[in-house]
């Protein structure tokens, strides 16, 4: 089993930035992806950003340029930096690990931006 443990949301004004993180614990391999999804109001959870454990990215397109996933394999941990935030962004936030062909979520963190 494995946990994650989000931390970093809340309400920001249009323009400003976050920074997210979250912390995996129990049975992790050393080769794993770990990455950020969000899922709006109302809408489907997509992916926004995901990180290998060799440190391949990959983005979304509507945060390519705004948001920076990055990690810390020696703590398991992974981030995600938020900039120039917009009212779309606006969605819970979920932290994914794929390890051992299992796939884990954490419980989810609020990001609101207020325009």
């Known amino acids: 089993q494995v946990q994650l443990v989000e931390s970093g949301g809340g309400l920001v004004q249009a323009g400003g930035s976050l920074r997210l993180s979250c912390v995996a614990s129990g049975r992790i391999f050393s080769l794993n992806t770990m990455a950020w999804y969000r899922q709006p109001p109302g809408k489907q959870r997509e992916l926004v950003a995901a990180i290998t454990s060799g440190g391949s990215t990959n983005y979304v397109d509507s945060v390519k340029g705004r948001f920076t996933i990055s990690r810390d394999n020696a703590k398991n941990t992974v981030y995600l930096q938020m900039n120039s935030l917009k009212p779309e962004d606006t969605a819970a936030y979920y932290c994914?690990?794929?390890?051992?062909?299992?796939?884990?979520w954490g419980q989810g963190t609020q990001v609101t931006v207020s325009s």
């Open positions: 994914n690990i794929q390890t051992g062909g299992r796939n884990y």
